[in-house]
């Protein structure tokens, strides 16, 4: 079992940056994928960016060149550094634990209780 916090969130101008912070609880945390993906008001969560258990990243399109996951294993946490933040960065962003492929897919394990981002124009 593992649990998930996120934590980070908040109000933010456009052009500008926050880092959101995931801890996790449980064992074997290095093992798993862990990915952020985001809901919209209104729309379907959609994936943002996973870091698979050997530090290996993917990107949405959406985000690529603006965000950057990373994680350290020694203290359970994954972290989303969002930079250039646009309106339609405006979301609920979620962190995931899975074991095994499908980074992209919204088929985690274990979900957070996610952290609002809101981006002012």
């Known amino acids: 079992q593992v649990q998930l916090v996120e934590s980070g969130g908040g109000l933010v101008q456009a052009g500008g940056s926050l880092r959101l912070s995931c801890a996790a609880s449980g064992r074997a945390f290095s093992r798993y994928t862990m990915g952020w993906f985001r809901q919209a008001p209104g729309k379907e969560r959609e994936f943002a960016a996973a870091?698979?258990?050997?530090?290996?990243?993917t990107y949405a399109d959406s985000v690529k060149g603006r965000f950057t996951i990373s994680r350290d294993n020694g203290k359970n946490l994954v972290y989303l550094q969002m930079n250039s933040l646009k309106a339609e960065d405006t979301a609920v962003y979620y962190c995931?634990?899975?074991?095994?492929?499908?980074?992209?897919?919204?088929?985690?394990?274990?979900w957070g209780q996610g952290t609002q981002v809101t981006v002012s124009s």
């Open positions: 870091i698979l258990w050997d530090s290996g990243t």
């Open positions: 995931a634990a899975r074991i095994g492929l499908g980074a992209t897919l919204p088929t985690y394990d274990y």
